[in-house]
């Protein structure tokens, strides 16, 4: 089944840029997904992309995907303390509609 | 439209007890899902159903039941509740390939 890896921990200064990245590893995955959890709350959907895009802009998030490399990437730019929360990549393969989930990325903005 | 809801919130219980996690939502999904959340793991798929009526096993479904009372309802029930299973659990509904969360239950057993 499809496996998708993510580091654990990402700190920044605040007014910086951050970029959280994630793996998989089913190359039919079809859809890919970034959820953001606040502290003691559920987990929100942030941005996706569809596999036939390379990149996403919204705002200040930009979603890069890298097909070749199974390689997927959030980038926030101008990091805020309120941007700190868990994110968490998903990503849904080919032959299945339930998501799998990365372990999830803890990002600590520094004033 | 409140969404998602679980109850209760919060759950203390003993070695051995039982209870229920309740899980609503009003968007009409078909699919919905149960989930655990502990540290350094992310979120382990307990149970899901992919409609009203039917329901099947996901990554860490022993020592849980659950049901799937009609299209808004799907719970979560421990029989007897063992210490590994203190977690923050965490109903969802899906929709398209989108995920809508609950705002957890956070339970411990001592």
């Given amino acids: ?111 | 439209n409140a969404g998602v809801t679980q109850t209760p919130k919060f759950q203390v219980l003993k070695t051995g007890q039982s209870m229920t996690l309740q899980c609503a939502q009003d968007m009409n999904h078909n699919s919905m899902y149960w989930y655990r959340q502990d540290p350094g793991m992310g979120l382990r798929l307990i149970y899901y159903s992919a409609s009203e009526g039917t329901t099947d096993k996901g990554e860490v479904p022993n020592g849980y039941n659950v049901s799937r009372l009609n299209k808004r309802e799907f719970s979560l029930r421990l029989e007897s509740a063992a210490p590994s299973q203190t977690s923050v659990y965490f109903c969802a509904s899906q929709e398209g390939g989108e995920q809508f969360f609950g705002p957890g239950t956070r339970l411990t057993v001592l």
């Fill in chain 1, 1 to 111: 089944g499809e496996d998708v890896e993510q580091s654990l921990f990402l700190s920044v200064r605040e007014g910086d840029s951050s970029v959280i990245n994630c793996t998989y590893t089913d190359s039919s995955s079809t859809y890919l997904y970034w959820y953001k959890q606040e502290p003691g709350a559920g987990l929100q959907l942030l941005t996706y992309i569809f596999s036939n895009m390379d990149m996403k802009q919204d705002q200040r998030l930009t979603v890069l995907l890298n097909k070749k490399d199974k390689h997927l990437s959030l980038r926030i730019a101008d990091t805020q303390t309120g941007d700190s929360a868990i994110y968490f990549c998903a990503v849904v393969s080919g032959g299945s509609y339930i998501p799998t989930f990365g372990r999830g990325t803890s990002l600590i903005v520094h004033p």
